[in-house]
């Protein structure tokens, strides 16, 4: 489970119950809808960002694979493009924390007394997926994970979703679903063939705030060969714009994890 628990630091996306903004939900607009260009979809979805300068979540999570389930609760919090602070903790208990830059990533997790601080070229070696800070940014706050505008993508109509395929020519596949109103992304799909992997993090029950549309139901599933992977999160409590503080030092005792 360890690297799943470091990989839910990284990816903590959960879902929100605020009182504030009405619930949009997925797709019911029963119009016609009709194919239009791949590049007309990236806009659309591109107008949905989020404009905010701090974001704070408080969520709670269930982690599950084919050998146990187990519930933890989270603190998010996000100063956008610059730093991300996630703490996970267990009966009030912190269990684990990470630090998140756009350089560095450091965390670590109370249960085998060990941290690690480094880059995330390593880090992604490890998990076996590519991350970065934006990517971690972009599905905290219910982005594409990839910046599409940079990408080249077909495009098709399935059951009024838009979805784009990467057109290129990998081992690893991505696909992005979008609903057919607003371009909000309902859920994405990466996959490696050759390895029988694939994740996919799907989206719902979206929110209106005043600084955008925010999802409030993520599910994250992962299948690789040993087994499937479920994390299902959801938000308790959601702030814009605060100050926020970003207090994280590995305590003493702590064995450093080397990662070849």
Not at 42 to 50: E, P, R, V
Not at 72 to 77: N, R, Y
Not at 161 to 169: N, P, S
Request: glycine share 4%; net charge positive.
């Amino acid at each position: 489970m360890k690297k799943y628990l470091m990989l839910l630091l990284l990816v903590f996306i959960v879902s929100c119950k605020s009182k504030s903004g009405a619930v949009q939900g997925n797709n019911t607009n029963k119009e016609e809808v009709n194919p239009i260009s791949a590049n007309k979809i990236i806009d659309g979805h591109y107008n949905n960002k989020l404009q905010f300068s701090t974001l704070y979540i408080k969520a709670s999570a269930k982690y599950s694979d084919d050998k146990q389930s187990q519930n933890v609760t989270a603190e998010i919090k996000i100063k956008k493009d610059e730093q991300i602070l996630v703490s996970i903790r267990f009966l009030g208990i912190t269990m684990a924390k990470a630090l998140i830059t756009p350089n560095s990533v450091s965390y670590y997790e109370k249960i085998s007394s060990t941290y690690y601080d480094g880059d995330f070229s390593s880090l992604s070696k490890w998990l076996g997926t590519d991350l970065d800070f934006n990517k971690v940014q972009n599905l905290l706050i219910g982005e594409a994970i990839d910046d599409l505008k940079k990408g080249k993508y077909t495009e098709t109509l399935i059951d009024r979703l838009y979805r784009l395929d990467e057109a290129k020519e990998a081992d690893i596949k991505k696909s992005f679903f979008f609903e057919a109103d607003k371009f909000l992304l309902e859920k994405e799909q990466i996959s490696q063939t050759s390895k029988n992997i694939m994740m996919q993090i799907a989206y719902a029950d979206n929110r209106t705030f005043d600084q955008g549309i925010l999802p409030t139901s993520v599910a994250i599933e992962a299948i690789q060969p040993k087994g499937k992977t479920e994390i299902n999160l959801n938000y308790n409590t959601i702030t814009f714009n605060e100050e926020l503080s970003f207090p994280y030092s590995v305590p003493n005792g702590y064995k450093k994890i080397i990662i070849k």
